[in-house]
């Protein structure tokens, strides 16, 4: 039995209900349920979050826009008989930025996926491009979210403004003479 | 209320602190030295989340024998001999292995879990809040580390066998959650706090269904180790003297 | 300027390569890169994720004798962000090509480095507060740099890392404020602290810019965009008036305020003692190391349990 740290799972996060779910990262998990579970310790502890969606690395098939220009599609041809399902689009629009989600396509493989992502999903500009069957992205359940979610709201410890060393330096400053009144 | 009705709820929600405040400490203990990076993060998440709970019961407890709940639940926690705790023996134990670890968090969230979802009821409205507040969380940690005992549970054979193990020695020990103490009796026919014979029964039900779906064999029922949370194991002070070398080093001291 | 040591054969794509990094753009996982280029940011995020995870050890070990419930509960917040920080750069560098399990057998058979500061032990309660406003406000500085670096996976987990970072910082310095002002305990343990972690924090800035070897290639490439040396003075200017504020002494009879400049100027920093520990003969080198090892070695059945389970499950979704 071979010791590794896990399949790398990418995790999309969505911060509010009117935005689309972002790249936040990636973890390392056994199975997409630990994953999900994984993603909310390590990507949830302090912004705002209504929506965690975790898929496995290896299910994403990626296209760069230089790939593209050169015509080199990934070899992921359709297996035989196999059906056309959903699959989703996330897309890099800016180079500081990361992948957002952009909509759904219809395909039998991950290349023509991509294909018809390419030709479909209209964004300018889209710097490269993921695709992964719908089936494959495991979402946090809406109701499970005050669970998973709430909790972090709940930690002002946790945030920097709890803290008044600022104020309590300058208070000890200005009595050592060090600092001038009104500063 | 009446002052010995206050004086019962009091002495059943500082079990519930001190429960919370022990775990909490046996948990972080596993900080940096967890099998995988991601487990380290989610296993301080929930000692950090079960300190909060602590400090929070340790509120509740001061407000209702009208001491000052900023200050008070400090010195419980930290000037406080160990024959005056009133945790359970589980939560003392030496932390083990991880199946062990994490068969003992599952066991007490899911107890947690039942007698939090009857206190969200309780006719005295600071503990029902406190205590719904707290549910949001136990959701999480019951998900987290039912996963845990499931998977280790199915896992492999020597996965298996150490989470047998575990089980056979917390079980008994388990049980001690759900003792009433004295002066209980009146809380419960007045609507503050649950029949433990009810809350029992029903965790009973619950860890017997994720258990022997985790292949795992629920011992023979047996005496558990100590009925009065009063009584402790000798774990108990070692982990004090370790928990409170520093706030005792100069007691008038603000830290 | 000295050049790379293994200058690498002209590339026809390099030129357009440090252009984009001259007109500030990010070079992003896909890109092209000059290997040079690639295997000094792996060098770099990868014993920066190291520095978080070992970081946690000195630290987590004050945890189950933190002296009040907040501290005791700011202090585990504290050290599981250390633990996210290190999983958001371990996964920065896995976008260059490495593996976790390659980080990993690096580190643990000592052949990969993390910041020397944390082979220092914590002795006393006051370290942890002398940790975090030292230490974690040398980090800030440094990653506040690096927060512009030109490969975007690290720039981004600087910035997300320095916003958690700043928390670290103040809870630190809140204590030391408090504790060289209270009890006569309190004032001798911060003092002592004060006095073990000074140097170490100066030596996380690295050699001094003539004795730096890889400074020129990391600037030109946009890795890093302020020197060792323009960073430690930065860090002493803001320290030490607070230092002395608080009536605290500083371990170092040179330190003097230049005014010409406008800068403390501290003595010489004992770069013997520097090298010892980097090169892994500190005092925690060892132990650090053996309590990484043991926990990933006891970690090892549970690992392979749980990849037993999702194999068996054949990848269901559901739990």
């Known amino acids: 039995m071979s010791d590794t740290q896990w399949p790398r799972y990418q995790v999309f996060h969505q911060a509010r209900p009117d ?34 969606w975790v898929v496995q690395a290896a299910d994403i098939t990626g296209l760069t826009a230089e790939e593209l220009a ?65 089936r494959s992205v495991l979402a946090s359940e809406p109701d499970q979210g005050p669970s998973l979610f709430g909790p972090a709201q709940d930690k002002p410890y946790r945030d920097q403004a709890f803290y008044h060393t600022d104020s309590l330096m300058r208070d000890i400053r200005r009595n050592d003479g060090q600092e001038p009144e009104g500063s | ?52 709970h602590a400090g929070l019961w340790y509120a509740a407890h ?89 998977r280790l549970g199915l896992g492999t054979e020597e996965s298996h066998r150490r989470m047998q193990a575990a089980l056979e020695m917390l079980f008994p020990y388990a049980e001690q959650l759900f003792q009433p103490q004295d002066g209980q009796a009146g809380l419960v026919d007045q609507g503050y706090i649950p029949s433990e014979q009810a809350t029992v029964a029903d965790w009973r039900g619950r860890v017997r269904q994720d258990l022997e779906g985790a292949d795992l064999r629920l011992p023979e029922a047996a005496e558990s180790p100590a009925a009065s949370r009063a009584a402790h194991s000798e774990h108990l002070a070692q982990l004090l003297s370790e928990m409170q070398v520093v706030a005792r080093s100069d007691r008038g001291a603000a830290w | 300027m000295a050049e790379p040591k293994n200058a690498p054969a002209a590339d026809p794509r390099l030129p357009a390569f440090e252009q984009r990094i001259g007109r500030g753009e990010k070079i992003e996982p896909g890109d092209w890169m000059p290997e040079e280029y690639r295997q000094q940011l792996i060098r770099m995020i990868s014993q920066h994720a190291h520095s978080e995870v070992v970081g946690m050890l000195p630290e987590g070990a004050w945890i189950t004798r933190a002296p009040s419930l907040r501290r005791k509960l700011v202090l585990l917040a504290k050290v599981q962000d250390e633990a996210g920080h290190g999983q958001y750069l371990y996964h920065a560098a896995e976008t260059l090509g490495i593996s976790r399990e390659e980080m990993l057998e690096a580190l643990l058979a000592g052949k990969a480095k993390y910041s020397s500061v944390f082979n220092y032990p914590t002795l006393n309660w006051a370290d942890i507060g002398i940790i975090g406003w030292f230490v974690d406000g040398a980090a800030i500085l440094n990653q506040t740099m690096l927060a512009r670096c030109s490969y975007g996976p690290y720039s981004r987990a600087m910035i997300r890392i320095s916003a958690e970072e700043s928390f670290h910082h103040k809870q630190g310095k809140e204590q030391v404020i408090l504790y ?120 090892q059945w549970v690992r392979e349990a749980l990849l037993a389970y999702s194999r068996r499950s054949g990848g269901a979704m559901a739990a």
């Open chain 2, 62 to 150: 001061a407000e209702l024998l009208g001491e000052n709940p900023q200050t008070r639940p400090d010195e419980l926690a930290f000037l406080r001999e160990p024959a005056d705790f009133r945790n359970v023996q589980m939560v003392e134990l030496p932390n083990g292995d991880w199946a062990f670890s994490m068969l003992r968090q599952y066991l007490f969230d899911a107890a947690e879990m039942v007698r939090l979802e009857a206190l969200v009821n309780s006719r005295h409205k600071p503990t029902a809040e406190t205590a719904a507040k707290i549910r949001q969380e136990e959701r999480y940690h019951l998900r987290h580390t039912a996963a845990w005992v499931r």
């Open chain 3, 180 to 299: 060289a002002r209270g009890t006569a305990l309190q004032r001798r343990m911060v003092q002592e602290a004060v006095e073990r972690w000074w140097w170490p924090t100066l030596m996380m800035f690295g050699p001094h810019d003539q004795a730096s070897p890889n400074t020129p290639t990391l600037v030109r490439w946009g890795i890093k965009t302020k020197t060792n040396d323009e960073l430690r003075q930065v860090f002493v200017n803001q320290t030490v008036p607070e230092i002395h504020a608080l009536g605290l002494r500083l371990p170092d009879p040179e330190l003097r305020f230049e005014s010409s400049v406008g800068n403390w100027i501290h003595g010489p920093i004992d770069w013997d003692e520097f090298w010892r520990v980097v090169k892994g003969d500190g005092p925690c080198n060892a132990e650090r190391l053996a309590t990484r090892r043991a926990a990933h070695e006891q970690g």
């Open chain 2, 1 to 52: 209320m009446n002052t010995g009705t206050a004086g019962a709820l009091a002495a059943y929600l500082l079990g519930l602190a001190d429960d919370e405040l022990i775990l909490a400490h046996r948990d972080s203990e596993w900080t940096g030295h967890a099998p995988i990076l991601e487990e380290d993060i989610a296993f301080s998440n929930l000692a950090l989340d079960e300190l909060g």
């Open chain 1, 19 to 52: 935005r689309p779910h972002l790249n936040a990262g990636s973890v390392h998990a056994p199975d997409p349920e630990l994953a999900l579970l994984n993603a909310r310790d390590v990507f949830v502890r302090r912004p705002p979050c209504v929506s965690l």
């Open chain 1, 70 to 134: 050169a015509g080199q599609w990934p070899e992921r041809p359709a297996e035989p008989g196999r059906a056309e399902e959903p699959y989703l689009v996330f897309i890099k629009r800016e180079a500081r930025g990361t992948h957002e989600h952009c909509g759904e396509v219809q395909g039998s493989s991950p290349q023509q996926a991509l294909q018809r992502a390419v030709r479909e999903v209209k964004v300018s500009p889209a710097l490269v491009y993921w695709v992964c069957p719908k």
